[in-house]
């Protein structure tokens, strides 16, 4: 029925992908996963090509979107501006980690989405760049420190590294020392920690 409402065409298209690729994202077998007719799926989407082009733009929109909102958070210094990135990898409502990957294997087989993933890649590391800039980092500390952050987190995702978020939360103010060179700010830590609902860590 043409009442299926546009999201839950959207979440299963996500699932398919997300699990199997997009060439797992076909209208026929998501309507049979449905339990509806092809028929319905034309009242939200004029084609199979306008339904991706909604996943790529959920993509754009909350990983690469995100990324930057939280490289201009609030930081008193690098070690809590750090910590703000960091943010993305505990949280799936801020970075999705499974979708990220996925776009990255879409992106093999599609040229014009490989051009939109580079251009994502560069505007997520720039915006590290500039974060650290305004820390007192020269242009190049930064571009270099932003693209080991970048990289080291697009390693983990592609690695598909299972840790717990615990184990991942009790090395990160050693990685927040790896990344800016610094001193970590116990109190930056302290705050971290806080808002992930972690106590008396070290």
């Known amino acids: 029925m043409h009442d299926t409402p546009k999201q839950v065409w959207i979440d299963a298209a996500y699932t398919a992908l997300t699990t199997s690729g997009v060439e797992s994202v076909k209208v026929m077998e998501l309507a049979k996963s449905l339990s509806v007719t092809r028929t319905a799926f034309y009242w939200h989407f004029k084609s199979r090509e306008a339904l991706l082009e909604e996943l790529i733009q959920m993509w754009e929109d909350k990983n690469t979107g995100n990324l930057v909102r939280q490289t201009e958070a609030y930081a008193e210094n690098i070690s809590e501006a750090v910590f703000n990135i960091f943010d993305l990898w505990i949280s799936d409502e801020l970075f999705d980690s499974k979708l990220d990957l996925a776009i990255r294997y879409w992106a093999r087989i599609d040229e014009a989405l490989q051009r939109r993933l ?8 720039a915006a590290i760049k500039a974060m650290f800039e305004r820390h007192g980092f020269t242009p190049v500390q930064g571009e270099t420190r932003a693209m080991t952050i ?9 690695m598909e590294v299972s840790e717990s978020v615990d184990f991942r939360i009790a090395r990160m103010p050693e990685y927040v020392g ?4 610094r001193p970590v700010d116990p109190s930056a830590v302290e705050r971290f920690n806080a808002r992930h609902g972690i106590r008396n860590s070290a």
């Open 178 to 181: 790896i990344f800016t060179g």
């Open 150 to 158: 970048y990289y080291t987190q697009v390693g983990y995702i592609a």
């Open 118 to 125: 580079d251009d994502a890649d560069k505007r997520r590391i």
